[in-house]
């Protein structure tokens, strides 16, 4: 259990800094709302996007699934870019167009599979220790 929540806080930090990293590389496609967007802003959204990637995407995922197939798994990237524009409105005080969502859910899928990468080393590197 401690494992995941540690999981769980890494993936937080990183989709924080996912969209912090967005939001400096295509600022223009981000409005802030009321008061300029600080880290707790981008902290807040990074949790709100870990957990609708927990318990939202997976319905989407097979919901949307026959077209993921007639598409050979590209729609994945639309979906990807639902998930950070749902995330991005529900956060208070940020706000993003949907093309910018989906050119940054392809920023945190590659952030999410380097770490995925580096944890997944790291515990191999412990077993054959």
Do not use: C, D
Not at 6 to 14: H, S
Not at 40 to 45: C, H, I, K, L, W
Not at 110 to 122: D, F
């Amino acid at each position: 259990m401690i494992n995941q929540l540690i999981v769980f806080a890494f993936r937080w930090a990183l989709n924080s800094f996912g969209l912090w990293l967005s939001y400096k590389v295509f600022g223009n496609g981000y409005s802030v709302l009321a008061t300029p967007a600080g880290a707790g802003a981008f902290m807040v959204a990074g949790l709100i996007f870990s957990l609708v990637n927990a318990l939202i995407r997976p319905v989407v995922v097979i919901l949307s699934l026959p077209v993921i197939l007639v598409t050979l798994g590209l729609f994945t990237v639309v979906v990807n870019g639902f998930m950070v524009w749902l995330a991005i409105s529900i956060t208070p005080n940020l706000q993003i167009t949907f093309s910018h969502a989906i050119i940054t859910g392809i920023i945190l899928s590659l952030l999410n599979y380097l770490l995925s990468s580096i944890l997944e080393l790291r515990m191999l590197e412990k077993e054959i220790n």
